[in-house]
Structures are given as structure tokens and as C-alpha cells.
């Protein structure tokens, strides 16, 4: 047997458990998942628009937003599905921050993010 196969053996090896771990985290992530829906939420008052369940797609996930004034009064909201959705901390827009959490990890995973 070729030796140089022998040598390159172990880092076959390690890509393979490598590239097997993450489909399997991928396989889990791909469950449709209930999230909590809401697209308006102004602080102390319940939603007041499209409150209710919408089921997050294999590329989607469940998302919470709030919107904060520059002086970090809490201004609004809101939660649902999101494609491509990714967690983002004090994003400037106009004169408030906006952060984003994003979760696969059970149903409802957004209620209180």
C-alpha cells in the first residue's frame, strides 16, 4: 500500500467527522419550528398587529427585534419567522439601535429573547 495514502488517512478521517457533524446539526436544524408572531409591540401594551404562530422554514428561524432610542428607552418589538436570520446587537438606524436574536432551539424559542 502506498504510504502517502497512510499519511493522509488521519486528516481524511477528521474532515469526514468534520463534514458528518454538521449535517447532522444541519438535519435537526431543518425541523419546522413554531415561533411567536407579532409585528408591532410598543413597550408596556400587548401587540397590536398580526399577533399570532407562523412555522419557521428549513431557512428560516424564529427572530425577535427591538428598536431602541439613542438613550436606550425601549421603543418597539416585534417577532416572527425571518429568512437568513442573524443575531445583531446596536445596529444605527436613524436615531434609534436596532438588535436581532435568533433561535431554532425549540417552539416559541422567541417569546422572551
Not at 427591538?66 to 428607552?73: R, S
Not at 417577532?79 to 445583531?88: F, Y
Not at 436613524?94 to 417552539?107: D, E, G, P, T
Request: charge should be positive; proline fraction near 2%.
Amino acid at each position: 500500500m502506498d504510504t502517502s495514502l497512510l499519511q493522509g488517512l488521519p486528516i481524511l478521517l477528521c474532515c469526514f467527522t468534520v463534514l458528518s457533524g454538521s449535517f447532522l446539526s444541519r438535519d435537526q436544524s431543518s425541523e419546522a419550528i413554531q415561533c411567536r408572531m407579532c409585528h408591532l409591540q410598543f413597550p408596556g401594551e400587548n401587540c397590536t398587529k398580526a399577533r399570532g404562530i407562523c412555522t419557521a422554514t428549513m431557512n428560516e428561524a424564529c427572530s425577535t427585534g427591538t428598536i431602541f432610542k439613542k438613550d436606550g428607552t425601549l421603543w418597539l418589538t416585534f417577532m416572527g419567522c425571518l429568512k437568513n436570520c442573524a443575531n445583531v446587537n446596536n445596529m444605527k438606524w436613524s436615531i434609534y439601535l436596532v438588535n436581532f436574536r435568533c433561535c431554532r432551539s425549540s417552539h416559541f424559542c422567541n417569546d422572551y429573547i
